[in-house]
């Protein structure tokens, strides 16, 4: 008796197919979503802009909601992602490059970005939740620039948190009232950052900050 062959599904092709097509309605989205907020956008609006019909969004994010919260998680997996790469470059690079990241995610996805910090519509758990892996993140990479580790003591973990809480409540500032130019305000962000890491030195000099690089004459 012939062996029977396992029959071969598109299975692969199709859940491709299904991928792609949803990336692609998130690249959209991130558009849509770029300066507008939430509640300004119905699900109307969203079809019509996109091209696509409202059934096609609802079959793959079963609502508005989902729809918007995957967009959010797009957005921050490539901050996040692209923040804690360049593990080759020096620290005081990283720091410059990680700061300047996460302001030009702010400058070009200003409306996802007071959602994530703001914690989004109304008290939403799950944006808050991605919220804190953000801050987690970004304070993850400065620990690794700054101390050679991510697992670092309450104290210096805490100096870190706060300077990033303070971040984000100047970014969100400087998103409405673009006065300053975006180097000039990583450069700020890079002192107060330094200001910080000097704090949790004097606080615990198991921790102490790092020292600037030094240029030859």
């Known amino acids: 008796m012939r062996p029977q062959r396992a029959a071969v599904r598109p299975r692969t092709r199709g859940t491709e197919r299904s991928e792609a097509r949803r990336a692609e309605l998130i690249a959209i989205g991130r558009k849509l979503f770029a300066d507008t907020s939430y509640d300004a956008l119905s699900m109307d ?34 901050l996040v992602d692209f923040a804690a790469s360049g593990v080759e470059l020096p620290a005081v690079d990283r720091v410059h490059r990680t700061i300047d990241t996460y302001l030009r995610f702010a400058e070009h996805h200003q409306a996802a970005y007071r959602a994530i910090v703001s914690g989004g519509v109304g008290f939403d758990t799950e944006v808050h939740a991605i919220r804190d892996g953000v801050r987690e993140a970004i304070v993850a990479t400065i620990a690794e ?55 949790v030195e004097e606080l615990d000099p198991s921790y102490p900050a790092p020292q600037p690089a030094r240029r030859d004459a």
């Open 45 to 78: 609006d969203i079809a019509r802009q996109a091209h696509v019909a409202k059934g096609l969004i609802y079959y793959y994010f079963q609502s508005k909601r989902g729809y918007y919260l995957a967009i959010i998680h797009a957005s921050v997996a490539d």
């Open 145 to 199: 620039g700054a101390y050679g580790r991510r697992d670092i003591a309450p104290l210096a973990r805490m100096g870190l948190l706060s300077w990033v809480c303070s971040v984000e409540g100047a970014t969100l500032d400087w998103i409405d009232r673009p006065e300053l130019s975006r180097d000039t305000m990583r450069d700020l962000l890079v002192k107060t950052l330094g200001g910080a890491l000097r704090a």
